[in-house]
Nanobody, 123 residues
């Protein structure tokens, strides 16, 4: 099992930027495909981006494509989500998660989750 802890959330004005980090411990980080998910108030959790074990493949949901970038540093056991041009509709709790299933976006395939970090974008 891998243990995950997110950081970097906060309050930002629309158009601003934030970088989320997710530090992993436990099992070998580079064995895992990593994902970022988010859950807005009153809505279901949704996938935001995923990245393969060595970072060669990434997938990003359409609504954040061109604004959000997922990356990882296996030497630091950390995955990042760079968020630019933030919009009020990006307000949510952001979670990182780990899977060994494959490059999937269904959260049911992710076995390890962080506690989440709040991102609030004001208009």
């Amino acid at each position: 099992q891998v243990f995950l802890a997110e950081s970097g959330g906060g309050l930002v004005q629309a158009g601003g930027s934030l970088r989320l980090s997710c530090a992993a411990s436990g099992n070998t980080f580079s064995d895992y495909i990593m994902g970022w998910f988010r859950q807005a108030p009153g809505k279901e959790r949704e996938y935001v981006a995923i990245i393969s074990q060595r970072g060669r493949s990434t997938f990003t949901r359409n609504s954040v494509k061109g604004r959000f970038t997922i990356s990882r540093d296996n030497a630091k056991n950390t995955v990042y989500l760079q968020m630019n041009s933030l919009k009020p509709e990006d307000t949510a709790v952001y979670y990182c998660a780990a899977t060994t299933v494959g490059l999937v976006t269904n959260e049911s395939h992710f076995s390890s989750w962080g506690q989440g970090t709040q991102v609030t974008v004001s208009s």
